[in-house]
């Protein structure tokens, strides 16, 4: 039984690849009149954000609200928790209004894996995002994306990987969720990733990951098949991390001279919210290769996937085991 | 209750041959064999080791300021029940115990209790802040005699303060014990920087944060011909730096922690923060370093950086957990468990990085002594056969975050026996 | 994939040797019965849309739709529509792939839409594609073909199309090889070894 999603390390090939096909499935549904399904009447989904991220959290909002669940959505800001009181209250207290998910959003690493494993509370745990740890349901987004665009065909690649697609991460690789879970899914399906960073900006230890690590990102890109550029806050720069903004734009931004060095089918992916002029200049954001919109919309798809495959059963589909498996009476 | 004379029959003293020995007065009055009572209470030991009492360096009592998460009296407690008849109690306190009066009432504390010597340890600095001196020669000539001074909790990482306080304490043979930490490099830190730290997305604590202070401090004590202790070294390359010190002569002395002998960063993967310490969990590769060095003696003594932390502390989420755990009380049993049933530390070898040598460091009179008649009895029997898993619950500590809940160990303190007074009995405390 | 989404279709548990109902001819004629009566009930069918219910009833629909071209010389529109996301059973087995919804691009906005599924059984399959229709648009009319009948309805629906009616007892099962999905086709009789919990 497995009932979390907690790292895409957790997820099988197999796994992700029903992921993926469902949310083939239920992106149909964004083109009826009524988009809206009853999976989840009656079932509640609380939005447990610790850091503010309107992006992911209406994105999670409007695929439980599409699959008819019912949302709370509790802030930090504001609430009891900015004054003081720890996490596993908040898990109580969510526990006893009979939450039957918690997404949650927070600034540990290792907090959704903390809420999953900790006794406080019982029902799924999907991780939005922890520190610089995870944020898998972004990895499945980029994966979809990705899916549709290289593998494609008219049923957007249902049922296949991205086995041989070459996808290059490029930026603050130290400080990124969405690289470590990009990395863990995307070989998983069978993708060959390169990551691309100023070597500050590359953790001691990735050495050990499934993929390259390269610091020349002109090199790279002819052999991409898809470049995904990663938010670089520019307070890292006041760490020393690299010298200026201008530096960092010149070595690693992605501009159109850069862009014209990719093979012609290959996209640039942007996971949001971009720093224009930054890691990318509005001339590559604005063209028909970048795919940061589309990401925006699939992730509604991928979050109504990942909601109904961990909820709407007796026992998930996917995802994390529980740790203390109380296996159903198989009714099958 | 315990009478004040005791016969311990059979006893393998320091692992050797049995024999008996009578306690009497304070103090070891006879050994040999086929002793008769005499009215003493026998304690019938077949099996077990008699070690002299531990001497623990590093022991954080938390009074004043935490009664929460530990006082002088169960502290105390949890260190006779892991078989120590003195403690060196950490500076880090609320108030810091930077000033006489916050020495000798610790050292007050530690009397009223019974259950083991304290020796109170001093800030180097006020507040722990690492700017100015506290009054180190006032709390040496206090009623605490403080030798060992230490900011432990923080590294004293400006050079010139460093270099005074090891200059300065020369005055009084005192030792500066240095937390070796470089504040830049680990700011943010959360673990063991590596691959592990990698994946989980933890701020990284490198090797290098604790080889780079300890490089400079072994040089700075070579410079001023001071006397230079090392707080829980941790890594395999301040095991390299100490032992080309200790190569050259100088004064320099190093201590490893149980917890650094046994566990390494991959039980963080669990994100509980039960694992959480400072400094933290390295890899295998630094275990089997320290304990060879522990083993050949570049490292001097084991010293628990027995650290409590009350239940909210460590229930939570890691970022949010405090640093640090339990020590005293499974001290020994992971001692034996890494050292000697895996065959580079006899028994005498024990006693030598866990009694002897911590009490030499910190210059203890009547801890750390030979067992021999005429000695104070200051003494610890142990069990080595005893197998059973940890369990908090028994604890004397106030606190219940250790590493080990539910870990088989072996061995077990039977008896410890504090100036020839049993502070435990039978395994229980008296 | 869970494989078939048809509740009225039990394919597990069976310990004896399943007997042969219909065989492949036998599902051919059937088929081409209902593609008559389909063009004389729907008045020449020119606004017939034919929907399976995935798995076997998309392939029983796709068969279906050639029979109609043929009597009526046009093709007609077929698609699938999956019931998975509005089946009322969903808590009470584990989570389970979705199988295509696949609506004709004419739509089904004021057109008679035939459901094709391969057993009709407790009805609640067909109540949870009619509650997937009713998202989807506003049919004229909706009717009910299946292959075969086999009784024990637990709600008030009954088929306008039947291939065969086939009394059956709760421990018997019914199953339907395609050759699309099977290699081959039939209708097997068998009897289950235990009582199944399943949607009861």
């Known amino acids: 039984m497995k009932r979390h999603l907690i790292s895409a390390a957790d997820l099988t090939r197999d796994d992700a690849v029903l992921i993926l096909d469902t949310a083939e499935e239920l992106a149909r549904v964004a083109d009826r009149t009524i988009r809206k399904l009853p999976t989840l009447r009656g079932r509640t989904v609380v939005n447990l954000f610790f850091e503010d991220s309107t992006r992911t959290r209406i994105s999670f909002e409007a695929a439980a609200k599409r699959l008819s669940a019912d949302v709370i959505n509790f802030s930090a800001k504001g609430s009891s928790v900015s004054k003081g009181e720890s996490l596993k209250d908040t898990a109580l207290t969510l526990e006893a209004m009979g939450a039957d998910a918690v997404v949650i959003r927070h600034h540990d690493s290792g907090a959704p894996h903390r809420l999953a494993t900790s006794g406080w509370i019982g029902g799924s745990v999907v991780n939005a995002g922890d520190g610089t740890h995870e944020h ?35 930026g603050d690789i130290l400080h990124s969720r969405v690289a470590r879970s990009g990395v863990h899914l995307l070989t998983t399906l069978g993708a060959e990733v390169t990551l691309v960073a100023p070597p500050t900006l590359v953790p001691i230890g990735a050495g050990r990951w499934p993929c390259e690590v390269s610091y020349d990102l002109d090199a790279v890109l002819p052999k991409s098949d898809a470049v995904m ?27 159109g001279r850069r862009m014209a060095r990719m093979p012609d089918h290959a996209v640039v992916m942007h996971p949001g919210p971009m720093n224009r002029g930054m890691e990318i200049t509005a001339e590559v954001a604005d063209s028909d290769r970048c795919t940061a919109v589309e990401q925006v919309a699939n992730g509604v798809s991928i979050r109504m996937a990942v909601l109904y495959l961990l909820l709407s059963g007796a026992e998930s589909a996917v995802g994390t085991p529980a740790p203390t498996p109380t296996r159903s009476e198989e009714t099958e | 209750m315990s009478t004040d004379t005791h016969l311990i029959r059979g006893a393998r003293i320091l692992g050797g041959e049995p024999a008996d020995v009578r306690i009497a007065d304070g103090t070891v009055a006879e050994i040999g ?12 030991a077949d099996g077990q080791i008699l070690l002299p009492g531990l001497v623990d360096l590093h022991t954080h009592l938390r009074e004043p300021g935490r009664e929460d998460s530990e006082t002088v009296l169960t502290g105390t407690r949890a260190a006779a029940a892991g078989g120590y008849t003195a403690v060196h109690a950490m500076a880090n306190t609320f108030p810091v115990a930077d000033t006489a009066g916050v020495v000798e009432q610790v050292w007050r504390l530690g009397k009223e209790s019974g259950y083991c010597d304290v020796q109170p340890v001093g800030a180097v600095t006020i507040g722990l802040e690492g700017k100015q001196l506290a009054e180190l020669g006032a709390m040496h000539d206090s009623a605490a005699s403080v030798r060992v001074f230490s900011d432990d909790g923080k590294c004293v990482d400006d050079a010139v303060i460093m270099r005074r306080a090891l200059e300065y304490v020369k005055a009084f043979d005192g030792v500066v014990a240095q937390h070796a930490q470089e504040p830049r490099l680990t700011e943010g830190a959360q673990m063991n920087e590596g691959v592990v730290s990698a994946e989980l997305g933890l701020g990284g604590w490198p090797a290098v944060a604790e080889e780079a202070i300890i490089a400079r401090d072994v040089l700075l004590a070579a410079h001023v011909d001071s006397r230079l202790h090392i707080c829980h070294l941790s890594t395999a390359g301040s095991v390299e730096i100490v032992r080309w010190a200790k190569s050259k002569g100088w004064n320099v002395t190093a201590e490893v922690t149980p917890h650094h002998l046994l566990l390494t960063d991959e039980l963080v993967r669990s994100y509980d923060p039960v694992y959480k310490v400072n400094p933290p969990l390295r890899t295998e590769a630094d275990v089997m370093a320290l304990r060879e060095a522990l083993a050949d003696g570049t490292i001097d003594c084991v010293a628990t950086d027995h650290a409590p932390h009350p239940h909210e502390d460590k229930d939570c989420e890691w970022g949010a957990a405090a640093m640090g755990m339990l020590g005293l009380e499974t001290a020994l049993s992971v001692v034996q468990h890494t050292m000697v049933d895996t065959g580079l530390l006899d028994w005498a070898g024990v006693a030598d990085r866990m009694s002897f040598r911590p009490a030499a460091i910190g210059r203890l009179a009547g801890h750390g002594r030979p067992v021999s008649v005429g000695e104070p009895a200051n003494l610890t029997l142990v069990d080595p056969s005893y197998r059973g898993a940890v369990d908090s619950a028994r604890f004397a500590s106030r606190s219940r975050n250790t590493p080990y809940q539910g870990r088989e160990l072996p061995g077990r303190v039977t008896h410890t026996f504090l100036r020839g007074r049993a502070t435990v009995m039978d395994g229980k405390l008296v | 994939m869970n494989g078939d989404n048809s ?59 050639a029979k109609l071209e043929e009597i009526t010389g046009r093709p007609l529109p077929v698609g699938s529509l999956d019931i998975t996301m509005y089946r009322d059973d969903l808590r009470m087995r584990p989570a389970r ?10 739509g089904i906005d004021g057109r008679l839409v035939v459901l094709v599924d391969d057993v009709l059984f407790s009805g609640r399959t067909i109540r949870a594609a009619l509650d997937a229709l009713n998202d989807i648009g506003r049919p004229r009319a909706v009717q009910l073909a299946v292959l075969v009948d086999r009784g024990h309805r637990e709600l008030p629906i009954r088929a306008d199309y039947v291939g065969k009616n086939l009394p059956t007892s709760l421990r018997e099962t019914v199953k339907v090889r395609l050759t699309e999905e099977d290699g081959r086709d039939g209708v097997l009789l068998g009897v289950r070894g235990t009582t199944p919990a399943g949607e009861r």
């Open chain 3, 7 to 65: 509740t009225d279709d039990d394919n597990t548990g069976e310990t004896a040797p399943a007997r042969p109902v219909l065989e492949a001819p036998d599902i051919a004629r059937v088929l081409t019965r209902i593609a008559h009566e389909i063009v004389e009930r729907a008045k020449g069918a020119d606004d017939v849309v034919l929907l399976g219910i995935p798995t076997r009833g998309t392939h029983l629909a796709r068969r279906l739709g």
């Open chain 1, 229 to 255: 550029m990663l938010r670089v806050q520019r307070e890292r720069m006041q760490a020393a991390f690299f010298p200026t903004e201008r530096e960092y734009a010149r070595r690693y931004g992605l501009d």
């Open chain 3, 97 to 106: 792939a979705l199988a295509r919804t696949e609506i004709p691009a004419e």
């Open chain 1, 136 to 170: 898998p349901t972004q990895a499945l987004l980029d994966a979809f994306t990705l899916r549709r665009r290289l593998v494609g065909g008219a049923d957007g690649g249902v049922g296949r990987d991205l086995a041989g697609r070459r996808v290059t991460i490029v």
């Open chain 2, 33 to 44: 064999t086929g002793l008769t009572p005499d009215g003493a209470e026998v304690i019938e």
